[in-house]
C-alpha cells in the first residue's frame, strides 16, 4: 500500500512539474509577443548602427530591406550614426565611477569599518573587471535603449579553503556580474518604469546543452515551437543548444520569499526561493540591475539615441545619393534613342 502511495505521489509531482514547465514556457511567449514592436525597434538600430541602412520593419514586425525603384538610383551609405555613438562611447567610457562607502556616523569605529568596506569594494570592482563590463553595458544602452547588469554568486570562485566529505574542493566563492543585453529579458509589465514596479521577471537565454547538463545534472531536448532569440543571428538556432528560461517572481503575500524558476526546453530544472538578499533592507529582490539610455515615461526599456538619428539619416544618404545622380546626368548628359 505504501508504495503504491509513493508511486501515485510520485506520478503526481512529476505531472505537478511539467505543468509548471509549461506554463512557465507559455508565459515567456506570451511576453515575447507584447514585447515584439520594441525588440523589432531594436534589431534597426543595430542594422543603421553597423552601416546597412536601406532596411525597415515589416508589417509582421521582421526587418525588410527596401528595394530600388529605378534601375540607375544611387544607394551609398554615409554612415553618420557610428562616428557619433563612437563619439558619445569614449566620453561614457572615460566616466569611471568611483565606489565608497559611507560611514553610519563619525564615531572611530564606523569611519575604520566604512574605510575597510571600501577596499573590500574597490578589491571586488578590480576582481571582476567593473570597468569593461561597464563599457559592454554601456555599448548595448547606447544600441538598444537600456542594458542589465546580472548580480550572482559564484560558489566555485576564490580561493580553495577546504575540502568537502567526497574529496571534492571547497571554494571561498566570489560575486560575478555579468552584462544582460535587453533582448533576453522579459517583464511582466511593460509599461513599469523601474524594476522596482515589476512583480516578475523572465530571463531567456541560449546555452549549449552541455551546460544543462553540467550545472543541473539534467539532460534536455530543445523545445517545440519558435524560438525568442532565433532572429538574432549571434544567437541562431543549434542543435546543442536549447533555451533557458529563468524566472524571478518578487516576493508576495501568496509568495513570502519569492520564486526562482528554471525551464531548460520543456524541463523544469529548479524551484526554490529567490536566492539573493539584494533589497533595500536585506529583503529578497532581483539580482538585476538597469541602464538606460534615454528614459521614457510609462516604458520599461529606455529609447537609444540611434532610434532619434534614424531619421536623420536616412534623408542625409538621400540627399546625398541624389546629387550624385544629378552630376551624373550633368557629366554623360542623357541618351536619346
Not at 572615460?94 to 568596506?117: G, I, W, Y
Request: proline letters at 5%.
Amino acid at each position: 500500500m505504501e508504495k503504491i502511495e509513493k508511486e501515485a505521489r510520485a506520478f503526481s509531482e512529476a505531472k505537478r512539474r511539467k505543468t509548471l514547465a509549461k506554463e512557465i514556457v507559455q508565459d515567456f511567449e506570451k511576453r515575447r509577443e507584447a514585447r515584439r514592436s520594441a525588440e523589432s525597434g531594436w534589431l534597426l538600430n543595430m542594422k543603421f548602427l553597423g552601416g546597412e541602412q536601406y532596411c525597415d520593419v515589416g508589417p509582421r514586425g521582421e526587418i525588410i530591406d527596401e528595394d530600388k525603384r529605378f534601375y540607375w538610383q544611387t544607394r551609398r551609405v554615409y554612415n553618420r550614426i557610428a562616428p557619433l555613438i563612437d563619439a558619445r562611447m569614449s566620453k561614457l567610457t572615460n566616466l569611471r565611477p568611483s565606489l565608497s562607502v559611507v560611514p553610519f556616523s563619525d564615531e572611530e569605529k564606523d569611519v575604520q569599518a566604512a574605510k575597510l568596506t571600501g577596499a573590500v569594494l574597490q578589491f571586488v570592482a578590480d576582481a571582476i573587471e567593473l570597468p569593461q563590463l561597464i563599457s559592454k553595458a554601456t555599448l548595448w544602452a547606447e544600441t538598444c535603449g537600456s542594458a542589465f547588469y546580472k548580480v550572482t554568486w559564484n560558489e566555485k570562485g576564490g580561493r580553495q579553503v577546504s575540502v568537502d566529505e567526497n574529496g571534492a574542493p571547497v571554494y571561498e566563492g566570489e560575486v560575478r556580474v555579468s552584462v544582460v543585453p535587453s533582448f533576453e529579458l522579459f517583464p511582466d509589465r511593460l509599461d513599469a518604469e523601474s524594476l522596482e514596479e515589476v512583480g516578475s521577471l523572465i530571463h531567456a537565454q541560449r546555452v549549449p546543452t552541455a551546460y544543462v547538463l553540467e550545472k543541473f545534472g539534467v539532460s534536455v531536448e530543445k523545445a517545440s515551437g519558435s524560438d525568442i532569440l532565433a532572429e538574432r543571428k549571434d544567437l541562431e538556432e543549434d542543435e546543442n543548444s536549447v533555451l533557458l528560461i529563468e524566472r524571478y517572481v518578487k516576493p508576495s503575500v501568496q509568495f513570502p520569499e519569492g520564486k526562482l524558476e528554471i525551464v531548460a526546453g520543456e524541463t523544469l530544472l529548479l524551484e526554490a526561493p529567490l536566492p539573493y538578499f539584494c533589497g533595500e533592507r536585506n529583503e529578497r529582490s532581483f539580482p538585476f540591475v538597469k541602464q538606460d539610455c534615454l528614459r521614457l515615461p510609462g516604458a520599461f526599456f529606455g529609447q537609444s539615441l540611434i532610434h532619434r538619428l534614424i531619421p536623420l539619416q536616412r534623408a542625409y544618404n538621400a540627399v546625398r545619393n541624389r546629387k550624385h545622380e544629378f552630376l551624373n546626368r550633368l557629366s554623360m548628359g542623357v541618351l536619346a534613342v
